[in-house]
């Protein structure tokens, strides 16, 4: 499964950001099935999980991020999205989506937050 991750950026801090992640071409019935989980990994450091939805909906939110980052999929547009708001410059990380079962990653996108 190939994915691409989007949204990444520059931002001050408090401010927000969103992720997203898609599968090219994939069909309604396989994006319903699969789940996705967010990693965030800083140099040095290892991979973290931040959040994850499952395929019925239900969600998993790092102490880290709870209250500020929203995990969500829209089944119309085949997409997952990282809704990230009040960002801190601890924030700043390449993060990636991860789709599975397949355990398929996406090439990554850079978060950046100044303080």
């Known amino acids: 499964v190939q994915l691409q991750a989007s949204g990444g950026g520059l931002v001050q801090a408090g401010g927000s950001l969103r992720l997203s992640c898609v599968v090219p071409?994939?069909?309604?019935?396989?994006?319903?099935?699969?789940?996705v989980a967010w990693h965030r990994q800083v140099p040095g450091k290892q991979r973290e999980l931040v959040a994850r939805i499952t395929s019925d909906g239900s969600t998993y939110y790092d102490d880290s991020v709870k209250g500020r980052f929203t995990v969500s999929k829209d089944n119309s547009r085949k997409r997952w999205y990282l809704q990230m708001n009040s960002l801190k410059p601890e924030d700043t990380a390449v993060y990636y989506c991860?789709?599975?079962?397949?355990?398929?990653w996406g090439q990554g996108t850079q978060v950046t937050v100044s303080s």
């Open positions: 991860n789709v599975n079962p397949d355990n398929s």
């Open positions: 071409r994939i069909i309604t019935s396989v994006f319903w099935s699969k789940s």
